[in-house]
């Protein structure tokens, strides 16, 4: 039986995070902290490696996975931690939030990994064994009818796992950690203030790319150009998202305030030139609402209440957008030799 959580966050997928996005029991509404997999809910990869090595051996090639080794050893790390006033880099909240995995064992919250699969997907406990199951022990990939892969798909995004199937899902991920939501991280600590040049379909179909299963295994495919188209878009519409979040939890006019702005104001023009091209009402009903919106201090109500339209139009949008009608986008799209390796 689905707990009690479950339909908030039902809610919340449909109406485009802010809800999660706040986290449980936040206290400060100006806070937009990134959406962490409950450490309740972490099985740990070692979970996974069961039926998807090929999966794991690819991630285990990233920063993702390094940064849990190597983040608290490097000088820049030590410094940040050091302006932050934080003793160790592993054992506080602040980094752990986007370098790292926490898992509840029994009664302590143990750092388990870096950016895992869980940290993308969503923690597993509700959602492993129903997301595996092609419908009963004598059941096969090929024997699955598609009305029961569509309701397989659908109970795991139910019980919190941001299935591929909806790519929006993961692109929030993406985002809630690569714009960097904190303020007195990049203005007190000096941390970099986001990935600035973060683009879905090059960031993800690089050294990130773990698309083994869509194969039967045998390779790591790139996604088809018409899910790209979708992927690029999305991921913009997520980008405006998280960055309208971020302009609306700043505080002073600073280099995170105005980073989160700038980022938020390109972010639209991109989206206005996509627009430009599909002529896609759903892209329109993520804009609207930004037309006459100031990205300024002071201004968190209007900000949240745009980003919320932004996610649940990207949501929409991932869900009923079928990419061989983008064409008009492709000379948008980054080259293969452009993807982050
Ligand atoms: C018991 C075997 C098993 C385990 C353990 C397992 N998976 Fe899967 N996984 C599957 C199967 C089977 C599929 C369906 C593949 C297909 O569509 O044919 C799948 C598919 C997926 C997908 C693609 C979306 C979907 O629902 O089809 C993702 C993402 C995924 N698994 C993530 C994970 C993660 C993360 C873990 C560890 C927390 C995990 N899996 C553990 C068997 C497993
Ligand atoms: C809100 C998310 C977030 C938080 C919190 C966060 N980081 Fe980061 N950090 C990132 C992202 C995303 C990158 C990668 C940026 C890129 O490559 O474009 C990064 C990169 C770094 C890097 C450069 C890469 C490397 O491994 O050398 C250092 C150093 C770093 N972070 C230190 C810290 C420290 C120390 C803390 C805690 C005080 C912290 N970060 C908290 C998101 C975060
Ligand atoms: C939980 C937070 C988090 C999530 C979710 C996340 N990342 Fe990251 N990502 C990081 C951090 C932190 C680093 C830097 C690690 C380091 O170098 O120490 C990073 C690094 C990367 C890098 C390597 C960058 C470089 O300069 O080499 C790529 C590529 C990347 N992320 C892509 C993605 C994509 C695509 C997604 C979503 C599908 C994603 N990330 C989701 C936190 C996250
Ligand atoms: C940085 C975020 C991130 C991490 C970490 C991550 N995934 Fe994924 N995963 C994605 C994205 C994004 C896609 C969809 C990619 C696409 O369609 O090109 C995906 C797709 C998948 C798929 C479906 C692939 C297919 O062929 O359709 C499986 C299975 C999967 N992931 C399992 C895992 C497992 C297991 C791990 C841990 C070893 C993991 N993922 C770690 C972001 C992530």
Redo the contacts with the bound molecule.
Sequence with gaps: MPRFSKPVCLLVLITGGAVCLLGAGESDERQFT?R?CDPDQVVGSDTCIKCHESELKQWRQ???Y??FD??HRTPEAKEIAKRMGLRSIKRNDTCVT??YTRQQQGTRLRVVAG?SCE??HGGARDWLELHADYGGPQATRETESLGHRQERREASIHAGMNNPANVYL?AR??L???TVPNERLVNVGGHQAGTTDFE?VA??Q???RHNFVRSDGVANQPSSLERLRVMYVVGLMADLEASLRATAAATENAKFAQTSAARAAKKKRQLWEVQRLIDEPLVLAALDPLASLELTLGNEVALREAADAVGKAAYKFAEEVDGTSLGAIDPLLPAPKDY?N
Excluded: N
Aim: include cysteine; aromatic fraction near 4%.
């Design positions: 990134p962490q990233t920063p993702h390094r940064t190597v983040l986007c370098h950016v940290s993308c993961l991920q993406c809630s950690c690569h879905l960031w993800s690089g050294m990130v982050k």
